[in-house]
Antibody, heavy 121, light 110 residues
Framework: QVQLQESGPGLVKPSQTLSLTCTVS??????????WTWIRQHPGKGLEWIGCIFYSGSTYYNSSLKSRVTISIDTSKNQFSLKVSSVTAADTAVYYC?????????????WGQGTTVTVSS | QSVVTQPPSASGTPGQRVTISCSGSSSNIGGNYVYWYQQFPGTAPKLFIY???QRPSGVPDRFSGSKSGTSASLAISGLRSEDEADYYCATWDDSLSGWVFGGGTKLTVL
């Protein structure tokens, strides 16, 4: 059974870069079937898709965040990562990683438990 | 403001049938499947309905999804207290080339 686990600093200073890693266990990240996705949820708010990456390295990003976001993949470690640059308090959120089986299939079917990131000096 | 719209709240008494709507456009719901997620406070969302009306194993058949045109809905029959949660619809948007979520509906069992 595939499981995902987010990790990274819980506190980031304004203007710095937020960096998170998602470790995939119980299955290979090197699959044509899935892409690997980041979603965030601001405190008390709804869900926001950040972007996704295929094992080939192809990426799709939310246009509202595209200029500040980079998603990368490390197949040797079965991990994928998120970087958000020039963060502000508006980037304070719970960040989730998820497996995406595709919009014609099961969608985002497996999620990590989420990690809270606070942007504050 | 999300391109996909849900009512912020819904409620019902135990045993009742409740419906949560999700409204979009031709670039998202109109041309793509709709997914529903259930989320309890402090926990990650869980896939509840996929491809408009399919239930993953473990999801009770009291829950059903449907889609018509640019709108979708999640129906819960025989409402139970444990159904009290936030529900989000999601779909791919062809214009944005990304997933979009509805704003979420908080379901309260009175």
């Amino acid at each position: 059974q595939v499981q995902l686990q987010e990790s990274g600093p819980g506190l980031v200073k304004p203007s710095q870069t937020l960096s998170l890693t998602c470790t995939v266990s119980g299955g290979s990240i090197s699959s044509d079937t899935y892409s690997w996705t980041w979603i965030r949820q601001h405190p008390g708010k709804g869900l926001e898709w950040i972007g996704c990456i295929f094992y080939s390295g192809s990426t799709y990003y939310n246009s509202s965040l595209k200029s500040r976001v980079t998603i990368s993949i490390d197949t040797s470690k079965n991990q994928f990562s998120l970087k958000v640059s020039s963060v502000t308090a508006a980037d304070t959120a719970v960040y989730y990683c998820a497996r995406d089986a595709g919009s014609g299939s099961y969608g985002m079917d497996v999620w990590g438990q989420g990690t809270t990131v606070t942007v504050s000096s | 403001q999300s391109v996909v719209t849900q009512p912020p709240s819904a409620s019902g008494t135990p045993g009742q049938r409740v419906t949560i709507s999700c409204s979009g456009s031709s670039s998202n719901i109109g041309g793509n499947y709709v997914y529903w997620y259930q989320q309890f406070p402090g926990t990650a969302p869980k896939l509840f309905i996929y491809r408009n009306n399919q239930r993953p194993s473990g999801v009770p058949d009291r829950f059903s999804g449907s889609k018509s045109g640019t709108s979708a809905s999640l129906a819960i029959s025989g409402l139970r207290s444990e159904d009290e949660a936030d529900y989000y619809c999601a779909t791919w948007d062809d214009s944005l080339s990304g997933w979009v979520f509805g704003g979420g509906t908080k379901l309260t069992v009175l």
